[in-house]
Nanobody, 121 residues
Framework: QVQLVESGGDLVQAGGSLKLSCVAS????????MGWYRQAPGKQRELVAA???????NYADSVKGRFTISRDNAKHTVDLQMNSLKPEDTAVYYC???????????????WGQGTQVVVSS
């Protein structure tokens, strides 16, 4: 069984910073891409940033230059450093990873439970 657990969500003023962390645990054989998504009230879930196992990154245009994604392959963690936060960054942030687990055929996407980020103006 595989679990993703996020942490780091909080209430912060506009212009401030937060760091989200996610750790994957369980019967993991391998992890390919890891990423962060977010969902604001009344909106669809959207990709914020992703990182491949080789370190390649991809960002939503709205966060480029402000957010940085990083991962530790040995620890099965992925972090999202968020700087210069704006009220429009307010959302529930979800960790996602493509994981090959024991007794499961092929890589499958797993999701965390989400962590709330609120940016006040």
């Amino acid at each position: 069984q595989v679990q993703l657990v996020e942490s780091g969500g909080d209430l912060v003023q506009a212009g401030g910073s937060l760091k989200l962390s996610c750790v994957a645990s369980g019967s993991i054989i391998s992890i390919n891409a890891m990423g962060w998504y977010r969902q604001a009230p009344g909106k669809q879930r959207e990709l914020v940033a992703a990182v491949t196992s080789g370190g390649g990154t991809n960002y939503a245009d709205s966060v480029k230059g402000r957010f940085t994604i990083s991962r530790d392959n040995a620890k099965h963690t992925v972090d999202l450093q968020m700087n210069s936060l704006k009220p429009e960054d307010t959302a529930v942030y979800y960790c996602n990873a493509g994981i090959l687990a024991m007794a499961v055929a092929g890589f499958r996407p797993y999701w965390g439970q989400g962590t709330q980020v609120v940016v006040s103006s």
